[in-house]
């Protein structure tokens, strides 16, 4: 398997490709098991709001980054945006009938998360994890 | 993929494949709604020993589907969440309260077979 992997993400199918995929690169990247069960979910959660906030995306994850063993995941969508952003951090927000812990739980269980999003600009998040 | 449901007496069985999609949940809480007044079961199983990831949508479907299976009057389990799951589950802040769980299958059976005879010596 090489060290980046695309998925579209157009359906909710597609959700299950991009978490399985994930979780290869993570086992091939050396991460525990229970670390990429929680890379694993973090891409699930990602990659399901793209279906449901902005329909088609994609999720780019890689390997390859520099002499540090670790996973990047890049979630990324030309859909609506996010109107208020730290609202959309906080635990139990959600505009949908969601849980509203999607984001905040993927900010939880990575070690890195940076978005970056614009009311009708899209929505790119980063997340990254180290092999500890 | 749907998901299939066995019949063990009066007890539903519904065992849950690796990759799960939320269509396939959707569908579970419809056909396990129908098949508890079809069938006239008095349990439900769920099995979701092969789930490597339960995310926030599945948790949320999971307990819906619990509840709904009370409501029709069938005592819900689920069984067999791995270690790992329930770990990542903690950690993003997922939880099945008001849902019974139990290790695997047959702790699972086990369980509903004894609530519902509690249930039927009540009568």
Not at chain 1, 7 to 17: G, L
Not at chain 1, 31 to 56: C, G, K
Not at chain 1, 96 to 109: D, F, M, N, Q, Y
Not at chain 2, 105 to 122: I, K, N, P
Request: hydrophobic fraction near 45%.
């Amino acid at each position: 398997m090489s060290s980046e992997t695309r998925v579209a993400i157009e359906r909710e199918t597609d959700i299950v490709t991009a978490r399985q995929n994930g979780r290869e690169l993570a086992a091939a990247c050396g991460f525990s098991s229970t670390d990429q069960t929680l890379i694993a979910l973090a891409i699930s959660e990602l990659a399901r709001n793209i279906v449901v906030y902005a329909e088609r995306g994609e999720v780019v994850m890689s390997t390859a980054l520099g002499d540090r063993r670790g996973i990047e995941i890049i979630a990324r969508d030309q859909g609506p945006g996010i109107q208020d952003v730290e609202l959309a951090l906080r635990d139990g927000y959600s505009t949908t009938k969601s849980l509203g812990l999607g984001l905040p739980g993927a900010r939880r269980v990575m070690d890195e998360f940076e978005i970056d999003s614009a009311p009708g600009k899209g929505t790119t998040i980063t997340i990254r994890k180290w092999v500890r | 993929m749907p998901i299939p449901i066995l019949k063990q007496g009066d007890i539903l069985v519904a065992s849950i494949v690796a990759a799960l999609t939320d269509r396939d949940l959707l569908q579970l809480k419809d056909e396990l709604s129908d098949k508890i007044g079809r069938l006239r079961a008095r349990g439900v199983v769920i099995d979701v020993t092969a789930l490597d990831v339960l995310d926030s949508f599945a948790t949320r479907m999971l307990r819906g589907i619990a509840h709904t299976a009370k409501l029709r009057g069938a005592e819900a389990v689920i069984v067999g969440i791995q270690p790992d799951v329930a770990f990542a589950m903690v950690q993003l802040g997922l939880s099945l309260d008001g849902v019974e769980t139990a290790l695997d299958l047959e702790e699972g059976l086990a369980h509903v077979r004894r609530v519902t005879q509690r249930s039927r010596r009540v009568q």
